[in-house]
């Protein structure tokens, strides 16, 4: 799977979420501080991690600031995207599940090697739900 992944600084998990992509067999596409090339800002690299995912560039996305919150903010702009916010495996498993999130977001001060792994377990474990209440409010998000 390509999965576009952004981060505004080299701190923390940041180019640990890469090799963990690779050894899972991932095609890390590369965005902001991951990429010289690029603006490193969370605002940038977060929307083009999150553009790649929207125009099919990437199956999914993974975005990281400090807190993580500002990469989620600037990644659910786009439309299409469903950034979450995810500390934990079972929030990540979640957001798949409920949310049908394509895009996970984290924090590069929270997030510790093991809890990155545990993590990227629950997300990549998760499968969207076939519940049609839990579809009608994926669709009804995408509407609003």
Do not use: Y
């Not at 798949?96 to 895009?103: C, F, G, I, S, T």
């Amino acid at each position: 799977m390509r999965i576009a992944v952004a981060a505004d600084e080299l701190v923390g998990v940041a180019e640990a979420v890469v090799d963990e992509l690779r050894t899972r067999g991932h095609e890390p596409v590369l965005h902001g501080a991951l990429n010289p090339e690029e603006r490193p800002d969370w605002a940038w690299a977060s929307e083009a991690a999150a553009r790649a995912v929207a125009d099919g560039q990437a199956d999914q996305a993974i975005v990281c600031c400090w807190t993580g919150t500002g990469a989620s903010i600037a990644a659910n702009k786009v439309p299409g995207v469903r950034a979450a916010l995810c500390a934990d495996a079972e929030t990540a498993r979640g957001a798949r599940r409920w949310n049908d999130a394509n895009v996970l977001a984290l924090s590069l001060r929270l997030t510790s090697a093991p809890l990155l792994t545990e993590i990227l377990d629950g997300w990549f474990a998760g499968e969207p739900s076939d519940d049609p209440a839990d579809r009608a409010n994926i669709t009804h998000v995408d509407e609003i």
